[in-house]
């Protein structure tokens, strides 16, 4: 698990895939198809993401 500022100043942790999507930001306007490699990330992003929730139901 990787540790990152939100926009507010205080530190948050973000899952593996998360952090390399944020890394990918188109810098224009334009819309444009994702490429499999984006795809792939927000596949796994969701996943990450899904497990952590099922886990913090889990532990309540």
Do not use: C, F, Y
């Not at 926009?7 to 499999?36: F, I, M, Y």
């Amino acid at each position: 698990m990787e540790k990152t500022w939100k926009p507010g100043g205080s530190p948050g942790s973000v899952t593996a895939s998360t952090a390399l999507l944020n890394q990918k930001h188109a810098t224009s306007n334009e819309p444009r198809t994702l490429t499999p490699a984006e795809i792939e990330l927000l596949r796994r992003s969701k996943q990450e993401i899904a497990q952590r929730v099922q886990a913090r139901r889990q532990g309540k």
